[in-house]
């Protein structure tokens, strides 16, 4: 006759395999002990918390940890964190102290404890890690004024959301700071649609927002707003920001800026880019900005990237076949590569230093509490909902002296391009716009 295990009495039981029960899951050791309401006083704040995060991650992980972009809600995660590692820690002991005394005195029991209270410190402390990490980005990149970033002057309050990225031509020993890459980046949750455009740094020309004509290159806008020399109504990167909109035709909500410095080094810390160089580059006036080296070459073809060598691929505009308009196609190209980097699991383990960098990297007034929903966003856009442009030849027209080059938007042929991609938001819509060059 077969007999049935039959379930161990109070005070008989394994303390460090009730333990182990707890530490997978608080409360299962308490049931192990025949503790019911104990177990249930421990297991329900940990289903709570599960379900929550399961609630979080319906869209995805990557969504969910964007969520702690926003410095509130990674407050309370960070102490959520903390308060789930001393539940566990409290479940931990009191289903080992469940245990006939005499059994405490043992020395394995007495290690097997210790090893699993000291998992769960240290599992615990790598989370708080990692949020508290994603908390000192998020006070320095999206609080008002972080990193010297201006006020927001158009919040996005409809299905279109419009920012401009722009790339800093400030180096270490470089004396000027030039907004050479300019880029607007709209997204329409209407139509699921999501536009680049890229402004050549050499525009002049232009009509200017608040009345007459820019006579300096676009990307001078807030050195000479800044020394006084451009008279504007609104603050440096704002009027910049401002422009490219009026030209380009939408409003633009938000921006992001970073420099060459800070480019390579996020680059380096995904692990470098992988792209594919569509016409060969054979440029002998590169700068590497060392001091030393000049020229730069990179086959056509498929290449992995460090910062350095990114920076050089966004950079470079001379030579052979190459121009500003190249150079602004390409950087449409990193921004894509960097993207997709960044959602790979191998990031993961570098996020907290990521973060930790990315502070002293980036200077926006994106608002916090919508990178989610835009990251969101963005995986649900088919590749081919995607429309990349880059504003030369035929919307402008370049020039070129011994000492200067310039480039002037033609606006008429703007203008039905700007109605394409925005509709009615763009400006130009049920306008003629004569040419401005």
Not at 89 to 113: N, Q, Y
Not at 207 to 233: E, F, H, Q, R
Request: charged share 15%.
């Amino acid at each position: 006759m077969s007999t049935s295990p039959s379930l161990p009495q109070r005070g008989s039981f394994s303390p460090s395999l009730a333990a182990l029960l707890s530490f997978v899951w608080p409360g299962l050791g308490q049931l192990y002990a025949r503790r019911r309401v104990a177990a249930a006083v421990f297991a329900i704040p940990a289903l709570l918390v599960l379900g929550i995060v399961l609630f979080q991650a319906r869209r995805g992980l990557d969504v969910m940890f964007a969520r702690l972009l926003d410095p509130t809600i990674a407050a309370a995660v960070f102490v959520g964190i903390l308060g789930l590692g001393l539940w566990r820690l409290i479940a931990v002991r009191h289903a080992f102290g469940l245990a006939d005394p005499t059994s405490k005195r043992r020395v394995a029991e007495r290690f097997a404890l210790t090893v699993l209270l000291v998992a769960i410190v240290a599992s615990h402390a790598v989370g708080a890690v990692y949020v508290w990490s994603a908390y000192q980005m998020d006070v320095g990149i999206f609080k008002v004024g972080g990193n010297g970033a201006e006020v927001a002057q158009l919040p996005a309050s409809g299905p279109r959301l419009t920012i401009m990225l722009a790339g800093v031509d400030a180096y270490t020993g470089r004396s000027e700071r030039l907004y050479d890459s300019l880029m607007v980046i709209s997204v329409d949750t209407d139509t699921n649609r999501i536009a680049l455009l890229s402004v050549p740094r050499d525009t002049t020309g232009y009509p200017l927002y608040y009345g007459g004509t820019g006579k300096i290159k676009i990307n001078a806008i807030p050195t000479y707003v800044s020394n006084g020399w451009l008279k504007s109504p609104d603050q440096p990167v704002t009027t910049l920001v401002k422009e490219v909109g009026y030209l380009v035709g939408v409003p633009i909500n938000y921006y992001g800026v970073i420099d060459l410095s800070g480019f390579m080094k996020v680059v380096d810390m995904v692990g470098g880019v992988d792209i594919d160089n569509p016409t060969a580059i054979d440029d002998p006036t590169y700068d590497w900005l060392n001091g030393l080296a000049t020229g730069f070459k990179l086959s056509a073809g498929p290449h992995h990237l460090d910062g350095v060598t990114a920076l050089a691929y966004a950079r470079s505009r001379h030579g052979s076949g190459n121009s500003d308009y190249a150079r602004a196609d390409r950087q449409q190209q990193l921004l894509k590569a960097v993207a997709h980097k960044m959602a790979t699991p191998a990031m993961a383990v570098r996020l907290p230093d990521f973060m930790a960098q990315a502070a002293s990297l980036v200077s926006t007034n994106f608002p916090a509490a919508r990178v989610a929903d835009m990251l969101d966003f963005a995986k649900s856009v088919p590749s081919g909902n995607y429309d990349s442009y880059v504003l030369g030849p035929p919307y402008s027209v370049s020039s070129s002296t011994a000492t200067a080059s310039t480039s002037c938007l033609q606006l008429d042929k703007v203008a039905p391009l700007s109605v394409k991609l925005f509709g009615t938001d763009s400006r130009y819509s049920g306008r003629t716009q004569p040419p401005t060059c």
